[in-house]
């Protein structure tokens, strides 16, 4: 039952954002399973992030999901 509540949610989730949806989600599955985040950079090195580390800013930079969906 919560397992199928959360797959939802990231589904939900994912829809609502804009161009570079796989980067921006990845990029906040790493930021939601590191101990600690000094630097956009060291994102890159989570397993969970399987991008080089320039794509983390490109994918900020493409993806402005609107405010309200998310919200």
Do not use: N
Request: glycine share 2%; charged share 20%.
């Amino acid at each position: 039952m919560m397992l199928t509540q959360l797959e939802k949610f990231r589904q939900a989730l994912y829809d609502c954002l804009g161009k570079a949806k796989d980067a921006v989600f990845e990029l906040m599955d790493a930021v939601l399973t590191s101990p600690s985040t000094p630097s956009f950079v060291s994102l890159s090195q989570s397993p969970v992030f399987r991008r080089q580390w320039s794509s983390i800013y490109a994918a900020l930079h493409d993806s402005r999901p609107p405010r309200t969906p998310i919200q």
